[in-house]
């Protein structure tokens, strides 16, 4: 499954007063996360990602993410999302004092549905291939 946001970040926005916006996902886990800078950002449109007080993007606490007409694409996170915290939470400011700024935050995730169907489907292409390197070796 996949969610899709778009933040618009008012100008003049310091990180001592930031919002916060929550993306909500169904539990499973996390596998891959991307936000995009469209141009004009000028790195000044910033912002933190992280499920619950886990820091996800950037990983260390504290810092943020930036760019401009540049996406940071981030594949293999593999965090759990518990049904006790549904939710990313996106924390952005915006350092440009005349304009505003709108980031794109895309999560993709797997639902515990779906993580069952991967391991079915890997355990059958594992059988097969067994069987296939029993067949060419003479194996049993």
Known sequence: MYEHRT????????????????????????????????????????CRISIGETPIAPRSKGNYITGNASTLAINGIYELISDKVPHLKIELWNLDEEYDHTIHVTAKWLTEEEMQAERTLLAAIHERIDKLVRSMTGGA
């Not at 916006?21 to 449109?45: Q, R, W």
């Open 7 to 46: 933040y618009t970040i008012a100008a003049n926005t310091a990180e001592a007063d930031r919002t916060t916006e929550e993306l909500k996902i169904s539990p499973g886990i996390l596998t891959d996360l991307s936000v995009y800078f469209p141009p004009g950002c000028h790195s000044l449109a910033r």
